[in-house]
């Protein structure tokens, strides 16, 4: 199936601003989530872009170009606490999709 | 609010036998989906339940199959396991807004 595809770790220092892209191929896209998944745990919803445009929550940040089939994930002042993998997902309307395999974050002190 | 729970939360199998997960979603919320999560993988759709009605289903052989009950709660078996559904499987509530509340899943070792 169609899948979104994101780069499989990325590495960052604490305090430091790290963005995660996640790009897509296919018609009738209607959004964008981010999920934020620690180890062992159940994936935790951080955001969702149903139109073009940055949306903001306070430290993370999540951005959708659907004329460039692109979205990002911006996390800013890293904290430790940070470290999870980070997966980006289509709406529940593009159920067919396969979501990103996930993005590890790795921060060092 | 009680979040979503799921059990049992580990299961270990053999080849050729059935498991049934069950999933109670968060109170009120009528929308179950499930997903498999294999190591280094994405999240993969399983099918989705919305009143007691399989409204979407992915891409699985009929081996997996799925129902809700009246009270939301929601039920995936799988039948004649294979070494291949070995994974973590994960349900997911959601009020029909585009955020899905997680449980823990369910760990399947199929030896």
């Known amino acids: 199936g169609q899948s979104l595809e994101q780069p499989s770790e990325v590495t960052a220092v604490e305090g430091a601003i790290v963005q995660i892209n996640c790009t897509y191929q296919?018609?009738?896209?209607?959004?964008l989530s981010w999920y934020q998944q620690h180890d062992g745990g159940a994936p935790t919803f951080l955001s969702y872009?149903?139109l073009d445009g940055l949306e903001e929550t306070g430290r993370f940040s999540s951005f959708l170009s659907r004329s460039d089939s692109y979205g990002y994930l911006l996390l800013q002042e890293l904290q430790m606490k940070d470290s999870a993998s980070y997966f980006c997902?289509?709406?529940?309307?593009?159920?067919?999709?396969?979501w990103g395999a996930g993005t590890k974050l790795i921060i060092k002190p | 609010k009680a979040g979503v729970t799921q059990t049992p939360r580990y299961l270990i199998k053999t080849r050729g036998q059935q498991v049934t997960l069950s999933c109670s979603p968060i109170?009120?919320?009528?929308?179950v989906s499930w997903y498999q999560q294999t190591p280094g993988q994405g999240l993969q759709f399983l099918f989705e339940?919305?009143?007691?009605?399989?409204?979407n289903k992915g891409n699985f052989p009929g081996r997996f199959s799925g129902r809700q009950f009246s009270n939301s709660r929601s039920e995936m078996n799988v039948s004649t396991l294979e070494l291949g559904d070995s994974a973590l499987y994960l349900c997911?509530?959601?009020?029909?807004?585009?955020?899905?509340?997680f449980g823990p899943g369910t760990r399947l070792t199929v030896l």
């Open positions: 997911a509530s959601s009020s029909g807004l585009n955020e899905q509340f």
């Open positions: 109170s009120g919320h009528r929308s």
């Open positions: 339940y919305f009143s007691e009605t399989q409204r």
């Open positions: 296919t018609s009738g896209f209607y959004g």
């Open positions: 872009n149903a």
């Open positions: 997902a289509p709406p529940p309307s593009n159920y067919q999709l396969i």
